[in-house]
């Protein structure tokens, strides 16, 4: 069973999850103590959830229905043009993060997971790793011609996809003012390193 089916105590045994995985990770979080959070028995628990790691796999579920709930209701604005594209998907993620701040946390604890069983096997079971938003961003720009004829579609990706990894490093979420300009230079950034209008040196 998952968190899309209603029982007693989902609510409070969700947020109790969330709350575990985040302040403890994967291996850290105890079942017992998140039971005892969430005010649930162990027969209860077993009647929904085989596991840990089923119970996390419920919460990533849950995550990604309400992200994608969000973005239903708020769509990120379409552009043909990728640089401009990845900056209405950047301004969106902001404020899905704040609209959020729970799945944010866990969104940020699941990278912290990266190299670990439990990372590798979410990435597989809800295709977290496939890019194919960012795929399509890049195809409609390379079908216009905005990348250098130097770069494959392959790299372009997997460059785009490492920078977009890190994003929380580069911009000031908390600073509106501060996290336009950021967002302007990286959108500049990306334009001149990767677009058509730069410029490429030959590996030797």
């Not at 209860?44 to 969000?70: I, P």
């Amino acid at each position: 069973m998952s968190f899309r089916e209603s029982f007693q105590h989902r609510e409070k045994l969700l947020a109790a999850a969330i709350e575990a995985f985040v302040g403890s990770g994967f291996e850290g979080a105890s079942i017992n103590a998140i039971l005892t959070t969430a005010g649930m028995s162990k027969g209860q628990f077993y009647h929904h959830f085989r596991d840990k790691e089923d119970l996390y796999f419920g919460v990533c579920e849950a995550m990604l229905d309400r992200k994608r709930a969000f973005f239903e209701a708020h769509p990120v604005p379409i552009s043909d043009d990728p640089f401009e594209a990845i900056g209405n998907q950047l301004r969106a993620g902001i404020a899905f993060a704040k609209a959020n701040p729970d799945i944010d946390a866990f969104g940020r604890a699941f990278l912290r997971e990266r190299g670990r069983p439990i990372f590798t096997a979410a990435l597989r079971k809800f295709s977290l790793a496939d890019h194919s938003g960012l795929r399509d961003v890049l195809a409609r720009g390379f079908a216009r011609g905005a990348f250098h004829s130097g770069f494959s579609p392959r790299f372009v990706v997997r460059a785009m996809s490492a920078v977009l990894t890190v994003v929380d490093d580069l911009l000031d979420a908390d600073n509106p003012e501060a996290f336009e300009e950021g967002l302007s230079e990286l959108v500049m950034f990306l334009r001149r390193g990767l677009g058509a209008g730069g410029s490429t040196c030959s590996a030797r």
